[in-house]
């Protein structure tokens, strides 16, 4: 049992006697690699010279939404791979997951790597959840190399939680457009030739609900969770927001974004300078009428990929909390009357000197 | 940079040479205590005496299937933290999951313990992938206590997945029945004064996929990917059946137990004098009618709990291979007329002396 010892030291660096919620990584854990794969609107956007892929049509070339959406998936950690200079087999662990039921677009789209999956919940939170438990098995000694994989698609989000695209729904303002796109990124605990940034630090979230129903204004429903995750890291890490260069959200939106920054200043926190979403950076909202932003676990993925982890790698942001953000509802949750709780994963990225 | 050659030993050991799917754990992760809380039918089968808790109707005193689900895992946690003498706050992290779309159950089952969260869905092998991922997190150091969770419930399960209750539909030999039950386990680095069990090792699965579409034959569905995960964990291992009192899969039931052991025999492994299904033990399948036996995420989480751990614990068996088995369908994917990919986790519990 003496192996206790050395766990028990292990133990003590990743944890921080101020507040269990937080871990500090006992070792770097390096994004090598990431891509992104995105639809057609979202290669209209703001961000579209940086993406690596851009669907001509949202279908790409499939039958179905759902078989597009795993597409994604598939090309996403292909060009990632490729751009690593790593084969599959090199991954020895995939984290990933979406937003369908029982997570259809991964447990398709992956199939063909034939590598073992852990497979995820987390709504759109899930980019940062499959990060933290990568960045976990990478620190923790389990693996050199594993891949964190995660989509959306906006007619299968949808059909799945709203109304037929065919019956031309009117959408409130408060409502978020979700992002067709995936994201794959390789972890590693070698940076290797090159890596494009790394993970230092993880602050997993809690479900948060304040009770609100509208699951067309799922911005509000997430901000208590992205809230309460941000001021945790800032606690456990003893940090004040303008230790991070940005304090990054995955999709509240604009309507989102305005209930964080409020619920923040009621306990102190200001973070307006550093706070940025990626559902509000991903589209035009006025040109692109997307009310307000992207949404869904592409949308945090494909901004990661192609837009922050450039900012990192180039040195002009340092160090970044990304925070994506999960409303915890499904069409029964909804239908039951249940509200929408939500849930936001922390993950401290930095640049790699 | 110094801390990657801490990890790099730590993470030889916990790794093999000869096959990168399984691994060693670098320290035992202890099962400290467990519980198990199931409906009325599970109540009236074979292991009635050693379940913790047994609900007079299936609905729980809840107005919907889905909530009383959730009132499942909150209450299967609840006693297994009693248990073990330890308070919610002493859970550093969970991991949980379900069988419903958006993992509903766990959200609004978990909510209240207001502990971070890591979403799983491995559809019925749900239980071998938090306990993968619980003892990992404890292995690597992150955390002194995690809580795995999962559920099923028979009524929620048919809506998600199949017929309306009301509609009566006549279900074939094949089918499996699937398990009102939840099963909650807490584990920790070290074994205080009493332990269940102890994790040695983890196969995670890969997604298998033999094409079989038929949705109400999931034995035959999941048995590839359950054969697939124990003939890697011999190998990579070094074991051969006897090495092991029991091999345990989750919910094949009759039918997929013989295309398990079919299959593996074509790899000239026999493993029929070890291999036991929780879903062939949870019923009396000719007295409750319940066809092939029991599934989803609850069947081998309870089976787990209430009487397999009691073997080990007692001695009677020194060393187990559990592997929870899960087909990776949706009523979307099964309607598109894709087939139903298994996937298996495999985790090696043994006796603690």
Sequence with gaps: MENQEIQKEQGDKAMFACGAQSMKLPVPVFIRESASVV???????PLAGLFDRIGEDDLFGCDTWEEAES???????????????????DLRYLFAGDLLGQSIATSFGLAQY????????????????????GAMAIAGGFAEYVGCVTSSHF???????????????????SATWTVTGSGAFVLSNHRGEKARAVITGLTPGKIVDY?????????????????????????????????????????????GQRALLDLLLTHGVDISAQHMDCGMEIYDAKKQDTHAGGSGCGCSAVVLSA??????????????????????????SFNEGQAVPGIAHGVVIEHVA
């Design 307 to 332: 837009y922050i982890l450039k900012q990192i790698e180039e040195g002009n942001w340092k160090r970044v909390l990304f925070v994506p953000t999960g409303a915890l509802l499904s069409k029964t």
């Design 211 to 255: 009770g609100v129903k509208d699951s067309l204004n799922m911005g509000v429903c997430m901000a208590p969770a992205a809230a309460d995750t941000i001021r945790q890291n800032l606690e456990d890490f003893g940090r004040c927001p303008k230790d991070y260069d940005r304090i990054i959200t995955g999709d509240l939106g604009s309507v």
């Design 71 to 89: 597409g994604l998936q598939q090309d996403a950690l292909h060009l990632a791979l490729a751009k690593a200079g790593l084969h599959s087999t």
């Design 114 to 133: 034939e590598r073992p999956l852990f497979g995820l919940y987390g709504a759109c939170s899930t980019c940062g959840l499959s990060l933290s438990l």
């Design 39 to 45: 639809g057609k609107k979202e290669g209209q956007g």
């Design 155 to 173: 007619a299968s989000a949808e059909k799945e939680f709203r109304f037929p695209l065919g019956y031309g729904n009117q959408r409130p303002l």
